[in-house]
């Protein structure tokens, strides 16, 4: 089946800083991905709507300003967390439509942690 | 506002024997359902899925059941094996959405004893 990556798995930073996460469609081409974040015991929230060639669209109480999304291709788009505090330290998780409009392939997720 | 609910956050199952996962909605515009698994620190993999214009879809050792009036549906497996253990989820599309946007509920940890 199709296959998303995510990179990097795994991330700890400090207070302040940036984090950039890559989101890939290794086999296909997706105009439209989706950034999940799962705090621990919780259900993945949906956070943004990454749309290739447009801004993302972001679900309520998601500071844009904040969680900076760009979908520069059709096989590749980027979280980025700015000034990361310790409360955004999640579990990061994209997906892309696959060929029924609704499955999404998920990727394998990325552990952020600020310290 | 939780739109879809799973009321069990974990359920024990022999291996052998049925497991059955719950899921609750309320958006009367949800019209197609999927359940997925997850492992810890991986991405969810789609498991199966149904149309609102049905009410039972099999694959396997895994069959989907939905209850539109109830606006309930449930993940039957059998039999159950040490390999299932996992967290499920319940997700929801709606009408007039983005293109595969989901609705997901809390989970279910699932564990099969040998």
């Known amino acids: 089946g199709a296959v998303v990556s995510q990179h990097p798995s795994r991330v700890i930073c400090k207070s302040g800083t940036s984090v950039k996460i890559e989101c890939r469609s290794l086999?296909?081409?997706?105009?439209?991905m989706f950034w999940y974040r799962q705090f621990p015991k919780q259900s993945l929230m949906l956070m943004a709507t990454?749309?290739?060639?447009?801004?993302?669209?972001?679900e309520q109480g998601v500071e844009k300003d904040k969680f900076l999304i760009n979908h520069a291709s059709l096989t590749l788009s980027t979280l980025t967390v700015t000034s990361a505090h310790p409360e955004d330290s999640s579990f990061y998780i994209c997906?892309?439509?696959?060929?029924?409009?609704?499955?999404?392939?998920f990727g394998p997720g990325t552990r952020l942690t600020v310290t | 506002d939780q739109q879809v609910k799973q009321n069990s956050p974990s359920l024990s199952v022999q291996e052998g024997r049925i497991s059955i996962l719950n899921c609750d909605y309320t958006n009367s515009m949800f019209d197609y359902f999927l359940w997925y698994k997850k492992y810890p620190a991986e991405g969810p993999t789609f498991l199966i899925s149904i149309s609102s214009i049905k009410d039972k879809n099999e694959d396997g050792r895994f069959t989907v059941f939905l209850n539109k009036s109830a606006k309930h549906l449930s993940l039957h497996i059998v039999p159950s094996q040490p390999g299932d253990s996992a967290v499920y989820f319940c997700a929801a599309s709606a009408r007039g959405t983005s293109y595969g946007k989901l609705t997901f509920g809390q989970g279910t940890i699932l564990t099969v004893h040998p």
């Open positions: 997906s892309a439509p696959g060929g029924n409009s609704y499955e999404q392939y």
């Open positions: 990454s749309n290739e060639g447009s801004k993302a669209t972001y």
């Open positions: 086999d296909f081409q997706a105009t439209t």
